[in-house]
């Protein structure tokens, strides 16, 4: 297993970078992408070009539908019956899905289902150890919304809502992180976990603090601080 700690300003281009190399290293060619919503993370033109094909599934077809056409979509929970879904797939990316999770063992269960053996999942998540989403979790929905609004205006966008969050297995590199991935019949090749937070950009002092603590973690390593962690697990 690699571990790597790296600033989170980069995380969401590294993401993109990670499910690519993946895929090309593994020559994968069927992929799912589960609480793909409204932003998935490939564009139907692109889809359509690969040799294989590129499945959605969301159980909002309200989110799916943002995502605009010419996606084969799938609307259902993935943490309940998936018997709808009669494929295997290479690789399975779930990017902003795992922290809506309220049961990952049965979410990890139905993704193990859905994978060929030695088949990929690529997941990016928030992680709870982080000021702004212990808010997130921790106060009513509709009061954490308007401060999310008041810090990320652009979050008005119909593109970019707020699901209820639990961040169930949403932390850095910890050990008990990893032995969940492990027991749930995932081995573990890459984990990756963030330093620091874009949500103090509007803040010029939270900003600085912000910065200064993210420089001294990425030299001091934390697992149980990370903002963010991206995770390569493959089907034992
Ligand atoms: C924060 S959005 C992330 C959307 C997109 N992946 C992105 O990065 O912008 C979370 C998505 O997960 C979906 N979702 C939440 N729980 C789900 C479940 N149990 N099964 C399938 N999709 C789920 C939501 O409907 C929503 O579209």
Redesign the pocket.
């Known amino acids: 297993m690699q571990v790597t700690y790296l600033d989170a300003f980069s995380a969401w281009a590294d993401f993109r970078t990670l499910v690519d190399t993946t895929v090309q290293e593994g020559g994968l060619r069927n992929i799912a992408?589960?609480?793909?919503?409204?932003?998935?993370?490939f564009s139907a033109a692109f889809a359509e070009s690969i040799d294989g094909s590129y499945h959605l599934?969301?159980?909002?077809a309200e989110?799916l539908r943002k995502a605009g056409p010419g996606y084969i979509i799938h609307v259902?929970?993935?943490?309940?019956d998936i018997s709808s879904l009669d494929q295997q797939f290479d690789l399975i990316i779930?990017?902003?899905?795992l922290?809506?999770?309220s049961d990952p063992k049965s979410?990890f269960e139905n993704v193990h289902q859905l994978l060929r053996p030695g088949g990929k999942v690529c997941l990016f998540f928030a992680s709870v150890t982080s000021l702004p989403m212990l808010v997130n979790k921790f106060l009513p929905d509709s009061l954490s919304r308007r401060i999310l609004l008041k810090i990320q205006p652009f979050r008005q966008n119909e593109?970019?809502?707020k699901?209820t969050a639990f961040y169930r297995w949403c932390f850095g590199p910890t050990r008990n992180n990893i032995r969940n991935f492990e027991n749930a019949g995932f081995g573990v090749d890459r984990y990756t976990g963030y330093f620091g937070h874009s949500y103090y950009e509007r803040f010029p002092l939270l900003n600085l603090l912000e910065k200064k603590k993210t420089a001294w973690l990425l030299k001091h390593p934390q697992p149980g601080l990370c903002t963010y962690g991206q995770v390569v697990l493959s089907k034992k």
């Open positions: 992408e589960v609480g793909a919503g409204a932003n998935p993370l599934i969301d159980s909002s989110e259902l929970d993935i943490q309940k779930a990017q902003m899905t922290e809506h999770i979410f593109k970019h809502g699901f």
